[in-house]
């Protein structure tokens, strides 16, 4: 087909080309017109203490601000959230989710909460309370498992401290390795008295340190093989109370980026505005009446392809009707040449 017959379709089916996008067109617009007015407002949440700097906070590195800006956008939509958010404000959790937007402003790590409703008067409680339950969802629980950390670290030192005590009563002893020390300082203090006083004839005061010398070394033989064991139980503690000042820390940084992320401090919202409906109109009607463009050609495609196979059929259908009929054993007469007919016209 040419240009010209295109044109010639087109002007033959004109009110379709024309019709079906404009009816599309204005059945989204009284959609839109019609509809409910819509309210919406936007809160910012500006918390740049809670990423980057120290590396014991959650968001740390390069992609620090995307992270934060993902987990403050799943927490908001969580369940658990939106079940809060909705008991405090009687919205039902649906009409949120469909209505909240979290979205990252530039490359920061600013949130803007975006919220629509019908319903004027829930925007800015919603705004508030999402903000506020979403930063306390990801930091809070930080706490919590802080706190469960130095719960658990202390009672491992508590154990350890209540086994070094039995040890030390079972054995009848305070304190094992301090005292082994001290005694083996003091057995090699007394042999060099007592090679002293022999050196100078003293065999009265030799003698005395012997006897010390004896006692001293019962002590050593008892303690010596136990401390092992008792040195065992003091390393637990240790460990137990190394592992419990680290939970510490973690703690006081979990409740230091807590109140960081207080929603009075970092969260402002701003005031339920009405939605433009001009603007609303304008980003579905053109869409909506572009589809109707495309679907108006294409029935258009439809309607001739029908109306062509059609004038096929009713065209075989007057051939096959013009046609002599043919029976069994006739003879069909060859047709008559052009100079047979002049011949047979000139006679007449």
């Known amino acids: 087909m040419e240009i010209v017959d295109y044109l010639r379709v087109a002007r033959r089916r004109f009110w379709v080309l024309v019709g079906v996008p404009v009816v599309a067109t204005g059945a989204a617009a009284a959609v839109v017109l019609l509809a409910p007015q819509q309210y919406t407002g936007t809160a910012y949440v500006a918390a740049p203490a809670l990423v980057g700097?120290?590396?014991?906070?959650?968001?740390?590195?390069?992609?620090?601000?995307?992270?934060?800006?993902?987990?403050?956008?799943?927490?908001?939509?969580?369940?658990?959230?939106?079940?809060?958010?909705?008991?405090?404000?009687?919205?039902?959790?649906?009409?949120?989710?469909?209505?909240?937007?979290?979205?990252?402003?530039?490359?920061?790590?600013?949130?803007?909460?975006?919220?629509?409703?019908?319903?004027?008067?829930?925007?800015?409680?919603?705004?508030?309370a999402t903000a506020r339950h979403a930063l306390t969802f990801l930091f809070a629980s930080q706490v919590g498992i802080a706190s469960q950390e130095v719960k658990t670290a202390s009672g491992d030192v508590t154990a350890a401290t209540e086994a070094i005590s039995a040890w030390e009563k079972?054995?009848?002893?305070?304190?094992?390795?301090?005292?082994?020390?001290?005694?083996?300082?003091?057995?090699?203090?007394?042999?060099?008295?007592?090679?002293?006083?022999?050196a100078v004839g003293n065999t009265r005061g030799a003698a005395a340190a012997g006897a010390v010398i004896v006692e001293l070394q019962k002590r050593l033989d008892t303690i010596g093989?136990?401390?092992?064991?008792?040195?065992?139980?003091?390393?637990?503690?240790?460990?137990?109370?190394s592992a419990l000042a680290k939970a510490r820390e973690g703690m006081q940084a979990a409740r230091a980026q807590n109140q960081a992320a207080d929603s009075t401090q970092v969260t402002s919202v701003s005031a339920a505005a009405p939605v433009s409906r001009v603007s609303t109109l304008v980003s579905t009607a053109v869409p909506v009446g572009g589809a109707g463009v495309l679907i108006a050609v294409l029935l258009v495609a439809l309607l001739e392809l029908v109306s062509r196979n059609r004038g096929g059929t009713a065209r075989s259908a007057q051939t096959a009707d013009a046609a002599p009929d043919a029976t069994p054993g006739a003879v069909v007469p060859a047709p008559r040449t052009q100079a047979q007919q002049n011949a047979t016209t000139a006679g007449r």
């Open 225 to 241: 093989p136990k401390l092992p064991e008792y040195q065992a139980l003091l390393a637990q503690r240790d460990s137990a109370t």
């Open 53 to 128: 700097g120290a590396a014991a906070q959650q968001y740390t590195g390069i992609q620090a601000a995307n992270q934060f800006v993902a987990a403050f956008g799943a927490a908001a939509t969580s369940p658990k959230v939106v079940e809060q958010v909705s008991a405090e404000t009687g919205v039902a959790a649906g009409a949120l989710r469909d209505g909240l937007k979290v979205t990252q402003v530039g490359a920061s790590s600013q949130i803007e909460v975006r919220y629509s409703s019908t319903e004027r008067d829930t925007v800015t409680p919603v705004l508030s």
């Open 170 to 198: 079972a054995n009848k002893v305070s304190q094992a390795d301090k005292l082994y020390q001290a005694t083996l300082n003091e057995l090699a203090s007394l042999r060099q008295q007592q090679l002293a006083m022999q």
